[in-house]
């Protein structure tokens, strides 16, 4: 090599190296300066979900520990796919945060023939918040006291059955509902949960398969009744109502609900939004709100959270295949 190609080599690397640097220290100063304007929430469903409540209690709690103002963003459609895409491809500077069960942001690769995003590689779980569990439900007054009752019925009424969905997790547990018992219901899908509040209650739809936000409020109401959840084992927060599996259809179809930033977010300003949501998730207010809606608190480390999130991955692509789930166009 001459003395002259010697010296641009050097040059370049000298050039890469402090292109790295300023490329780092810039990266930093950004960090030092979070947050330095307003924070968007993103969450895929209508104002009054269960999912806009969750994720506006948790803005509540934000806005003076971050001392910003909190704006949640509803980007509702396709089962959730509008607001994940448009939470992937945010700056990826900590301002857009997307609050979902992180369970059916992972089932969005194998819902769709054509999903919006790679989420595994187009997220970071920042924090973790809870884990809840999916409900199947009834009118209050129906006759039906428990699923097996239910399931007798739904077995003998045939293709005239028919049920309520509108969540990722309500439409993969009432498809697993079925394929394990033999049940031919027909799903209605709606927009969200409270759409199908009257359909249930006038007897057009039997039975639903629903978010233990909308399940339990409704319960409280004396509007519904709730026969059993998805969860492989009883919650803490409802200790009363019966998993799937003891009510004789096994499954653990555990929900858990996170805040996804875009995956090149620097990890100081997802360690910072790791502090956060831990502080939040330690109040005693907080674990009074999600057990009033059917959850456990669940604080992680972003590290656990996204091991959790590429293990859902895999786990969502076989749940599908059990329930036997034609991905959508």
């Known amino acids: ?15 890469a190296a402090l292109a790295g640097m300023l490329s780092l220290t810039t990266a930093e100063g ?31 709690k934000l806005r003076p520990i971050a001392n910003r103002t909190i704006i949640v963003e509803n980007k509702v459609g396709a089962s959730g796919a509008i607001a994940i895409k448009y939470a992937a ?7 857009t945060m997307y609050l979902s069960a992180g369970s059916a942001t992972a089932a969005q690769m194998h819902l769709f ?13 920042a924090a973790t918040l809870n884990r809840q569990a999916f409900m199947i439900v009834v009118d209050a007054k129906s006759p039906y006291q428990t699923l097996a009752q239910l399931t007798e019925a739904m077995q003998k009424k045939g293709k ?20 394990k018992t033999g049940i031919e219901a027909v799903e209605v899908r709606y927009k969200d949960s409270g759409g199908s509040l009257n ?15 909308f399940a339990l ?61 831990n502080q939040i998730l330690a109040m ?8 009033k809606f059917g959850g456990d608190p669940f604080i992680s480390t972003p590290e656990d959270g996204q091991a959790l999130f590429v293990r859902e991955d895999k786990a969502w692509a076989e749940y599908v295949r059990i329930a036997k789930i034609e991905p959508q166009d």
Request: without cysteine.
């Open 89 to 95: 491809l945010a700056k990826p500077d900590g301002y």
């Open 1 to 15: 090599m001459t003395t002259a190609l010697r010296w641009l080599s050097r040059a370049a690397v000298g050039a």
């Open 160 to 179: 005239a059955a028919t049920y309520a969905t509108a969540a990722t997790s309500g439409i993969v547990l009432g498809e697993m509902y079925k394929a």
């Open 217 to 277: 409020a409704q319960q409280r109401e004396g509007r519904l009744r709730i026969l059993a959840h998805s969860a492989g084992q009883r919650l803490q927060a409802i200790p009363a109502i019966p998993t799937m599996t003891e009510s004789g259809v096994p499954m653990d179809l555990t929900g858990w609900w996170a805040v996804h930033v875009p995956i090149a977010t620097p990890k100081p300003i997802v360690n910072q939004i790791n502090k956060w949501f």
């Open 30 to 60: 950004r960090a030092q300066a979070y947050p330095s304007q307003d924070i968007h929430f993103v969450t895929g469903f209508p104002p009054g979900s269960g999912a806009d409540v969750l994720t506006r209690f948790f803005a509540e």
């Open 284 to 291: 005693p207010e907080t674990k009074e709100f999600l057990n």
């Open 113 to 125: 023939k054509n999903p919006p995003v790679e989420v595994t590689k187009a997220f970071q779980i």
């Open 199 to 213: 359909d249930m209650l006038s007897g057009r739809v039997d039975y639903g398969s629903h978010d233990p936000v």
